[in-house]
Structure formats: structure tokens, C-alpha cells
């Protein structure tokens, strides 16, 4: 069950106010705006007046003391000391509005209030409210000092931040007709702000960046307070884990010291500076940064004590992942030759593997016999291992090699068949692990070839921090771990390969006789070849337009369908549908409207079933009169004369676009009309 409370109390001297507990709340949050100030004041009113009421509910009798600040300042905190001699205090009403029109509640009428006079001090952080313990006797008359300080019902941290210079007013009135009194004084209390409060916040464009990318580090340093801030200086200094780029603050950042200095003020705004930074494979990703120096006393904070309590100080970590490898994209999900299925035994230079139907033959070709035996991968490579993961977390299975190339020429080279010869596989993507530099000992560097039927496929390669790509090689620029994802680069086709080749060697910056270097081939992913099954059905049907009950006889006209279909799992190529059908011996083709002024106007119809094919009479028909068979729909170029012509002996039809698989099996619809002989 729930519960909905509204209140809303109207004082009639024009102004509302919320709940003493909400008023209380609000309280809280802006005690603590200043503590850097200057008393100023009190200002007074000492002309006394009768407070009282003729005409019960405060209808029209009000008194009005108004209270004139000369000095101009902005106000941190403000009191009102206020003396009334009056039985049943309860029955007043008072509020106090500024010069800039802002009002806040005093005291109400509390209607069973049966003490007399105030002598108080409106104080926001007494520690009662009025007229409530130990506020629930009469008041005293002499002042000041005020004998009570207590909480108004409304908050005097609302004049808070506005200019006291001018003239403020305090309205009261006499609830009720049967208790009088007078007004005697009032005096406010200033407290000017004198401070300057800086604070300081830390965001990055993204929290989980990749390793290897970039990422943009903000830190905002933000003023308020009436007194500019100057001298400001920010410690911004980059964890080990990031690397220093570039920076928006024209000159600001000391990226060496990690000091930005913020020129000229700062008031009562905020700036902010754009740090980009390299994200490393491993180190601390904790950032921090606090205000240094700052001209002024802060209320809630002391520049560069390291406090990370205070609102000059922020704190930000980033949780860096290894960068994901590109999905291959295939009709339905990509087929996967998984290490941590498929054996590979210790040294092996070939293996075949069956997948989802396609067949995969791997030879390894090391003519140096550079290839090494490895205790950490478990033996003579090449071998499956968990030992690199590549950034992988559980760790999977891959194919590792550990090589001693004699010289910067020498290779490992890896032959990899796809399919069948000549037709291979869709598209195919793989990663290898481990790409990299080892200073001084070696420039891993990966070149790879695809080819369909010997013709080159183009390959897209993907790259990390520690390698490049440029044409089809990919070679190592810094060092990686063994256990990250910045060596890691992924190698995609995505046309139909059926044989790539990898050679595995150093790049031309590699000593001459290069050190012991490592990669490893993670999983293969590839997409089948799909092919389009396309089969012809005919029928002919009696062309009887006004239902006279017509037969199939000689002289009569039928309708003949050719209806041909995509029972494949694969897509028929673009524009590559063409249907040559030979007219039968029985029939003469009618070269006219197909249905003698009804819907179609053309000889010959397409209808599409789902196959995505399109059809233009002009450009997607021809006839051929040849005895045999042409040869394809270009060989097609025969007239046929309006009406009956016998002449024609082939129809030939070429709808545009590729005709698509799918389920139910999409079909096309080719229609003629012919005379029985």
C-alpha cells in the first residue's frame, strides 16, 4: 500500500512555504557553501510600532520595518535577532524579503501558542526550530543579545549568494483580535563571503577502453564563490598503464610533470582539459588528479594535501579488455575449426580435419628446420597449447610455433587447403597470437596469400598495438606478453578462398640472424560455399477468357507456365537466371497481349514468388528461330512478327538481380500464350 502526503501552507502575506522537515533537508545541503567569511552588520530597525489585529486572519492590518544595508557583498549566511512584546506570541506572523525580492517564513501562527513575547535570533544552524524545546517558554524584553536562537521556518540560506545592499523588509501581523503588543527591534547579521571553493572531477570516453587504442581523460576544474580564484594548478599525472598522446590545453599541461596550470581566474565557471592517452598492454590504470594550488582560503578543501575526501581531489580506474576480433559475417553461423577439439599431434607437419562437410588440410613447410622443441607449449612445436592466450580469459587452445630462423630471409611456411579445389569456402577469418617485437632479437612478420583456383583473393588485415599491417604483411612494432591481446592480429577474406598460405619470418629490422620468436594460429572460422538448386516445372492451361467451355483442340489457345524454383541453400549469382525453352512442335507462339486487353499488356509475363527477381519485357525477353539450342540469351535475336508467328522455336528469358534461397523455396513465373496446331 502506498501513500501520497501533499502539503502546501499559505502564509496571507503572500508567500509559501514547504514542510519544517523539508525546509530542515535543504538546510543541510547548503550549511556548508562557506566557512572562508566576514561579519558584516548588524543593521537595524528600532522604531517601534503596535502589533496588533482588529480584524482577525492578518486581512489588511500589516506592519512593515523595513532595514537599509549601505554596504554591497555577497552573503555567505545571514541572522535575524527579533524583539516583540506581545501576549500570545501565536498569534503572529512575520517573514522577511531581500532586496533581490527573495521572501523566506519566520514564524506562523501556531494557533494554540499560549507564550508571549520573542526575543530571538532566526539562525539556520540553531539547533531547534521556534517555538519548540527549549523554545516553549515566554521570551524575556531585553535585547541584544537575542535570549533565544532558533531555526526559522523557512530557510535564510535562500538569500544566500545575492548582493545585501538595499532594503529589506519585515512584514508581520496579528493572526487573531483578542491579544496586542508592539514591535520593538530587529537586526540583521551578514556574514560576507570572502572564499573561493574549487573542485575538481575526472571522466574518460570510456572506462573499459581496448589496449592498444586510444582514450580521451577530461579532468574539470569548476569555481564558485564570489572571489575569483587565480594561481590554479591541477596534478594530472598519467598511471603507468596509459601512455601520454596529445592534449587540448595549448601549452597548459606539462605532460613531463603532469601539472596543468590554468591561466588568468576562474570565477564562478568551470574548465576543462582533454588529455588523450595510449592505452598499454599492462601497468596501473588508476588516474588521479587533485588541485595543486588555488589563490583564496577554500571552505571545504586545502589544495595538494592529498585528501580524497575533499572535492578538489577525483579518482577514476579503467578496466582495459582485449580488443574482440571482428565477427565473420556468413548467412547463418559461421563454421568453426576449434583447437580444443581438433588434434594436432606433437610436431606434426600436415593434418586434415573434417568441418561442417568442408575439408581443411594444413601443411607446415620449415626448410631451415628452425622449428623448436618447447617445454612451456609441451613439446616439439608446431603443437597445440594454452601457453599463449592471446588475451583470452578462460584460456583456449591454439596451433604454436617456436622458431630459431638462421637468417632475415628464412620462413616457416603454413599451406592451409579449404574445400573443394576451385570453390573453397565463402569467406574464412582467423587470428595469430603473439605478433610482435623483440628488441634486438627479432621482427615477427606475417605475410599472407589467398588464392581461389590460383587467382588472388584480397585479404583484410586486422592489427593491435604491437604490429602494423602495410599490403599483406603484418610485422611486429613492440613487445607483446604472451598472455595479452596486443600482439594479436586477425586475417579475413571475404570472398571465396580455397588456398592461403602463411609465411612466418622476420621483418627487414631483424638482426641478421634473428632470436627465438613465437606465434600461435588460434581457430579457423569460415562460411560454406552455398549453392542455388534451380529446377523448371511447365504446364499449360486452356485460354477460355469468356468461359464458353472451350477444349484443348486444335485452332484453341493455351497458356504455358514455366515456373522455375530455388531449392538451394545459396543465393543464384546476380543476372545469372537464364531460361532459353524451346517451343513444343504442337503450339505456335502468339506475339500479341497475352490476355486480349486484360491486366497485362505485354506477350510474355514475369511473376516473382519470393525470389527477388525482377522483370522488364523490353529487356529481359528475347526469340530465337534456330533449329538447335542457342547458346546463351545473347544468342537469342530473332523478330517474331505480331500475331501467330511458328517461326519462333525458342523463348528466351533473363530476369534481373539474384534469385534468393530461403524457405518456403522462392520461385518465378514465366508466362506465353500459343495456338494449338
Same mark, same amino acid.
Given at each position: ?43 537595524? %530597525? ?19 520595518? %523595513? ?5 554591497? !557583498? ?35 501562527? =501556531?494557533?494554540? %501558542? ?44 535562500? !538569500?544566500?549568494? *545575492? +548582493? ?14 483578542? +491579544? ?58 598519467? $598511471? ?45 590504470? =588508476?588516474?588521479? #588528479? *587533485? ?15 592529498? =585528501? ?25 553461423? &559461421? ?14 607437419? %600436415? ?16 626448410? +631451415? ?7 612451456? !607449449? ?19 587452445? #591454439? ?56 587467382? $588472388?583473393?584480397?585479404?583484410? /588485415? ?28 586477425? /586475417? ?30 588460434? =581457430?579457423?572460422? !569460415? ?16 485460354? +477460355? ?33 537464364? @531460361?532459353?525453352?524451346? @517451343? &513444343? ?65 525458342? @523463348?528466351?528469358?533473363? $530476369? ?22
Amino acid at each position: 500500500m502506498g501513500f501520497t502526503l501533499t502539503f502546501n501552507m499559505t502564509f496571507n502575506l503572500g508567500y509559501k512555504r514547504l514542510a519544517g522537515c523539508i525546509a530542515l533537508f535543504a538546510f543541510s545541503l547548503v550549511l556548508l557553501v562557506y566557512r572562508a567569511w566576514g561579519q558584516t552588520g548588524p543593521y537595524a %530597525n528600532t522604531v517601534s510600532a503596535p502589533l496588533n489585529e482588529n480584524v482577525a486572519g492578518c486581512g489588511g492590518t500589516i506592519l512593515s520595518r %523595513n532595514i537599509t544595508v549601505g554596504d554591497s !557583498f555577497t552573503i555567505a549566511d545571514v541572522d535575524l535577532g527579533l524583539l516583540i512584546n506581545h501576549t500570545y506570541r501565536g498569534d503572529i506572523q512575520a517573514n522577511l524579503t531581500s532586496p533581490s525580492s527573495t521572501t523566506v517564513a519566520l514564524v506562523t501562527n =501556531d494557533g494554540g %501558542n499560549g507564550l508571549n513575547n520573542y526575543n530571538v535570533r532566526f539562525d539556520d544552524a540553531a539547533g531547534n526550530n521556534v517555538n519548540s524545546a527549549p523554545h516553549n517558554t515566554s521570551d524575556g524584553l531585553s535585547a541584544p543579545p537575542y535570549e533565544n536562537t532558533v531555526r526559522p521556518l523557512g530557510n535564510l540560506s535562500d !538569500f544566500d549568494g *545575492e +548582493d545585501a545592499q538595499g532594503v529589506w523588509v519585515l512584514d508581520m501581523c496579528d493572526f487573531y483580535n483578542l +491579544d496586542a503588543g508592539d514591535f520593538q527591534r530587529a537586526n540583521l547579521y551578514f556574514t560576507a563571503a570572502t572564499g573561493s571553493d574549487m573542485s575538481l572531477a575526472l571522466a574518460a570516453s570510456d572506462t573499459t577502453p581496448n589496449i592498444g587504442n586510444n582514450v580521451v581523460l577530461t579532468v574539470t576544474a569548476t569555481h564558485t564563490g564570489p572571489v575569483a580564484a587565480t594561481g590554479i594548478t591541477a596534478d594530472f599525472n598519467l $598511471p603507468t598503464g596509459l601512455s601520454y598522446v596529445s592534449d587540448n590545453g595549448g601549452g597548459n599541461y606539462n605532460s613531463g610533470t603532469g601539472v596543468w596550470s590554468i591561466p588568468g581566474s576562474l570565477s564562478n565557471a568551470s574548465t576543462s582539459l582533454q588529455i588523450t592517452a595510449f592505452v598499454n598492454a599492462s601497468g596501473n590504470y =588508476d588516474i588521479v #588528479s *587533485e588541485i595543486a594550488t588555488a589563490s583564496g582560503v577554500d571552505p571545504d578543501s586545502t589544495p595538494g594535501n592529498g =585528501d580524497t575526501g575533499e572535492d578538489d581531489y577525483d579518482s577514476l580506474t579503467l578496466a582495459p579488455v582485449t580488443p574482440a576480433v571482428p565477427v565473420l559475417s556468413c548467412p547463418g553461423a &559461421p563454421s568453426v575449426m576449434d583447437w580444443d577439439i581438433v588434434v594436432w599431434g606433437e610436431g606434426d607437419l %600436415n593434418n586434415t580435419y573434417i568441418v561442417d562437410a568442408e575439408t581443411i588440410a594444413i601443411t607446415i613447410s620449415d626448410p +631451415d628446420n628452425s622449428l623448436q622443441d618447447y617445454g612451456p !607449449f609441451g613439446g616439439q612445436t608446431p603443437i597445440e597449447s594454452t601457453a599463449n592466450t592471446g588475451g583470452l580469459s578462460p584460456a583456449e587452445a #591454439s596451433l604454436h610455433f617456436l622458431a630459431d630462423q638462421p637468417n632475415r630471409a628464412s620462413t616457416v611456411d603454413m599451406t592451409i587447403a579449404l574445400g573443394d579445389a576451385g570453390v573453397g569456402v565463402a569467406k574464412f577469418q582467423m587470428s595469430i597470437w603473439d605478433v610482435d617485437l623483440g628488441a634486438s632479437q627479432f621482427e615477427d612478420q606475417i605475410t599472407v596469400t589467398g588464392t581461389l583456383g590460383g587467382t $588472388p583473393v584480397p585479404v583484410t /588485415l586486422f592489427t593491435s598495438s604491437a604490429n602494423s599491417a602495410s599490403g599483406s604483411a603484418v610485422t611486429g612494432v613492440s613487445g607483446a606478453g604472451s598472455t595479452s591481446g596486443v600482439g594479436n592480429m586477425t /586475417l579475413e577474406f571475404n570472398a571465396a578462398i580455397d588456398t592461403l598460405v602463411i609465411n612466418y619470418g622476420n621483418g627487414s629490422n631483424a638482426p641478421a640472424n634473428p632470436g627465438i620468436q613465437g606465434i600461435a594460429l588460434h =581457430d579457423f572460422n !569460415f562460411c560454406p560455399v552455398l549453392s542455388a538448386v534451380l529446377s523448371a516445372q511447365k504446364s499449360t492451361a486452356l485460354y +477460355d477468357p469468356l468461359s464458353e467451355g472451350l477444349y484443348m483442340v486444335p485452332g484453341n489457345d493455351v497458356i504455358y507456365t514455366i515456373t522455375f524454383t530455388n531449392s538451394g541453400d545459396g543465393a543464384a549469382d546476380n543476372d545469372s537466371v537464364v @531460361i532459353i525453352d524451346a @517451343i &513444343p512442335s504442337e503450339i505456335e507462339f502468339y506475339n500479341g497481349d497475352i490476355d486480349d486487353g486484360g491486366p497485362e499488356t505485354t506477350a510474355v509475363t514475369g511473376t516473382d514468388n519470393g525470389s527477388g527477381l525482377t522483370f522488364n519485357y523490353a529487356a529481359d525477353v528475347r526469340y530465337s528461330n534456330s533449329g538447335s539450342p542457342p547458346a546463351n540469351f545473347a544468342a537469342c535475336n530473332y523478330t517474331p512478327s505480331a500475331g501467330y508467328d511458328a517461326n519462333v522455336t525458342y @523463348i528466351c528469358v533473363n $530476369p534481373s538481380g539474384v534469385m534468393a534461397a530461403g524457405n518456403p523455396d522462392p520461385s518465378f513465373d514465366v508466362k506465353f500464350r500459343a495456338r494449338i496446331k
